[in-house]
Nanobody, 119 residues
Framework: QVQLVESGGGLVQAGDSLRLSCVAS????????VGWFRQAPGKEREFVSRIKWSSGTTLYVDSVKGRFTISKDNAKDTVYLQMNSLKPEDTAVYYCASSPSATWSYDAWGQGTKVTVSS
């Protein structure tokens, strides 16, 4: 089993940047890739981005393309989400999750880190 811990959330103003970190531990060899999700108050959780550990192949939801960048540091077993030009609608709790395979069915989740963007 993989354990994940997110950090880096906070309160920022619109237009600011934040970098979220997701540190993996445990059976990291069983992790195919890591995804970032977010859940805004009163809304369903939505996919934000994902990255494959081996190749670094990435995917983004349209609403964050050009503003968010996902990256990884295999030596540190860490995945980052660099968020630039933040908007109030980016306000949410951000979660990272690990998928054991290319089906991207996530089987391990972090506890979440809160991001609040004020206008």
């Amino acid at each position: 089993q993989v354990q994940l811990v997110e950090s880096g959330g906070g309160l920022v103003q619109a237009g600011d940047s934040l970098r979220l970190s997701c540190v993996a531990s445990g059976r990291i060899s069983s992790s195919y890739g890591v995804g970032w999700f977010r859940q805004a108050p009163g809304k369903e959780r939505e996919f934000v981005s994902r990255i494959k550990w081996s190749s670094g192949t990435t995917l983004y939801v349209d609403s964050v393309k050009g503003r968010f960048t996902i990256s990884k540091d295999n030596a540190k077993d860490t995945v980052y989400l660099q968020m630039n030009s933040l908007k109030p609608e980016d306000t949410a709790v951000y979660y990272c999750a690990s998928s054991p395979s290319a089906t991207w069915s996530y089987d391990a989740w972090g506890q979440g880190t809160k991001v609040t963007v004020s206008s």
